[in-house]
C-alpha cells in the first residue's frame, strides 16, 4: 500500500512556464513529465541537483567530455550481445515447448488412472471361491 503518487503544485511566472513548455516540445515529452524526470533526478542524487544553463556548461567542461557522457563500444561487443539475446530467446522458446510437453505428460497421467488395474483387485475377496481357468 506505501507506493502510492502524490501530487505536487506551485506557480511559476509566465516566462519560466513558456521557457519549460519549449524543455518538453524539445525532448517531445508532456510538461509533467519534465518535472518528473527533475523530481526523480533530484531525489536520485539526494538533493545535490544544480540546473546549469549549456552556455555555463560549455564553459566549464574544458576537459573535452560532452554532456551527456557518450562511450563508444566495440562491434564485437554489440554482435556478441545480439547473438546472445537470440539464443535467450531461443532457450526461453525450449523452456515453454518443454513446460507443454510436461503438462501433456500431466494430463495423460491424470487421465490414464482409470485405465490402470490393480492385481491385487482382481484377486478378489479372500472368502470368494476362486475359479482355474484351462
Known amino acids: 500500500m506505501g507506493n502510492k503518487n502524490k501530487t505536487i503544485s506551485f506557480r511559476v511566472n509566465e516566462d519560466a512556464f ?4 519549449d524543455i518538453a516540445e524539445e525532448r517531445d515529452i508532456s510538461l509533467s513529465a519534465v518535472f518528473r524526470d527533475y ?18 556548461l ?14 563508444e563500444v566495440p562491434k564485437s561487443f554489440v554482435r556478441e550481445h ?4 537470440l539464443e535467450a530467446e531461443h ?20 487421465d490414464g488412472d ?3 488395474i490393480q492385481l491385487e483387485d482382481l484377486d478378489g475377496e479372500p472368502d470368494e471361491p476362486s475359479f482355474r481357468l484351462g
Open 58 to 71: 560549455d564553459s566549464m567542461g574544458d576537459s573535452g567530455e560532452s554532456f551527456p557522457p557518450k562511450i
Open 82 to 85: 545480439e547473438r546472445l539475446e
Open 39 to 56: 523530481v526523480d533526478t533530484l531525489v536520485a542524487h539526494d538533493g545535490k541537483v544544480r540546473v546549469i544553463p549549456e552556455a555555463e
Open 114 to 116: 482409470e485405465e490402470v
Open 18 to 21: 513558456e521557457t519549460l513548455r
Open 91 to 110: 532457450l526461453r522458446e525450449q523452456l515453454e515447448e518443454h513446460k507443454r510437453y510436461v503438462n501433456y505428460l500431466r494430463e495423460q497421467l491424470e
